[in-house]
C-alpha cells in the first residue's frame, strides 16, 4: 500500500483525507504545521482504529523540506502520494491588499507546494513512480473580482503543475489537479465573524463589492458540499493511471470548468460575472437589495 504524504491535515479537506487513504490501507503520513491541532484527526482514526503518523510541517518553511523527505523516507520506505493541500485565503481588492497579504498567500499556496514537490521529486524518480495531487479551486481557471491573491496563487499552481507534468511522466511521476467548488471548512471565517477582517481599508472604494462578495459566500455555505467527498475523489485520483490532468470534484466545478475552457473572453466574462453575481459591480450599479453593507 502507498504511502501518502498530506500537508494541511489537521481540518477541511486535509483532515478527511488522511482519514480516507487510512481506511484505504494506505500507510499516511498527516503533516500540519501546528502538531497541537491533531487532537481531532487523532481522535476520529481512535475511533475508527485507524493508524494514522502526525508530522510538523509549515509549506511556508522550505529549509525544513530536505529533512522532511529524508525522515518520511527513513521511516516509512518512500514517498509514494504526495497531497499539496494546505491553503489559505485573504480575499481583497489588490488596492487594499498589502504586500505581506499578497506574498505571505503565494508562499502558502505556491511556493509552498512548489518546493515541497521538489523535495520529494529525487525520492520519485529513484522510486520510478509517485503521484502529485494539488489542490487547486475554480480560481485556478477563472479570476473573479475581490480575490486577487487567492487567484493568483492557484493560477501559477495550475500553470507550473501543467508544465512539471510533462518533466517528469518519463519517471512514472503523476501530476494531477482538483477544482472544487464551496465546500464548508475553516478557510471561510465563521458567519460570527465580521465579514470583513478588522484591518480591510475602512475606506476603500472597493469594500462594498469584498463585503458583498463574501455575504454571498456565506450564503453558498448552508448548501455547500462535503469536504468527504473530496478526500474520496483524492484516493480515485491516487489509484488512477495519471492520464487525466484536472479533476472537478462536484456538478458546480464540473460545469464551470467546460463553460470556461469552451468559451471565448467575452462568453467567459459574461459567464463569470453570471456565476459571481458581480454584473452589477461591473455595471457601475448599487449592491444588490439584501447583500449591501451592515
Ligand atoms: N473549502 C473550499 O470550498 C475549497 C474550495 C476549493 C479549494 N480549496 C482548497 O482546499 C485546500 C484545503 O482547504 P480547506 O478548505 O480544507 O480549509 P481549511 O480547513 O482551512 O484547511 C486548510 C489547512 O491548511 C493549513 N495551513 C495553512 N497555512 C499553512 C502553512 N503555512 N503550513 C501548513 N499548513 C498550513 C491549515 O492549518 P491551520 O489550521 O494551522 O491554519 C489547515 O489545516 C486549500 O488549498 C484551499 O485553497 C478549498
Do not use: C
Amino acid at each position: 500500500m502507498a504511502v501518502v504524504v498530506i500537508t494541511g491535515s489537521n481540518s477541511g479537506f486535509g483532515r478527511e483525507a488522511a482519514l480516507e487513504f487510512a481506511r484505504n490501507g494506505d500507510t499516511v503520513v498527516a503533516t500540519m504545521r501546528n502538531t497541537d491541532k491533531a487532537e481531532s484527526l487523532r481522535e476520529a482514526a481512535r475511533k475508527e482504529d485507524l493508524n494514522i503518523s502526525v508530522l510538523g510541517l509549515d509549506v511556508t518553511d522550505p529549509e525544513s523540506f530536505a529533512q522532511f523527505g529524508a525522515k518520511v523516507v527513513a521511516k516509512f520506505g518512500s514517498v509514494d502520494v504526495l497531497i499539496n493541500n494546505a491553503g489559505i485565503l485573504r480575499p481583497g481588492a489588490l488596492e487594499d491588499l498589502d504586500e505581506a497579504k499578497l506574498r505571505l498567500v503565494m508562499e502558502t499556496n505556491f511556493f509552498g507546494p512548489m518546493l515541497l514537490t521538489r523535495a520529494v521529486l529525487p525520492q520519485m524518480r529513484k522510486q520510478g513512480s509517485g503521484h502529485i495531487i494539488m489542490v487547486s479551486s475554480l480560481s485556478g481557471i477563472a479570476g473573479l473580482p475581490g480575490d486577487v491573491a487567492y487567484t493568483a496563487s492557484k493560477f501559477a499552481l495550475e500553470g507550473a503543475t501543467e508544465a512539471l507534468r510533462h518533466e517528469v511522466d518519463r519517471w512514472g511521476i503523476h501530476l494531477s489537479l482538483i477544482q472544487a467548488g464551496m465546500y464548508s471548512t475553516q478557510i471561510f471565517p465563521s458567519r460570527d465573524d465580521e465579514v470583513l477582517p478588522d484591518d480591510y481599508p475602512a475606506d476603500s472604494p472597493y469594500r462594498i463589492l469584498v463585503e458583498t462578495k463574501l455575504r454571498g459566500i456565506y450564503e453558498s455555505l448552508q448548501g455547500a458540499f462535503d469536504p468527504a467527498d473530496v478526500a474520496r475523489l483524492m484516493v480515485r485520483i491516487a489509484a488512477s493511471d495519471g492520464s487525466q490532468l484536472r479533476w472537478p470534484a462536484d456538478a458546480v466545478a464540473e460545469t464551470v470548468l467546460k463553460k470556461v475552457f469552451a468559451q471565448d473572453d467575452a462568453g467567459r466574462d459574461a459567464f463569470l460575472r453570471d456565476v459571481s453575481e458581480t454584473q452589477w459591480w461591473s455595471n457601475g450599479q448599487d449592491a444588490p437589495t439584501g447583500r449591501e453593507s451592515v
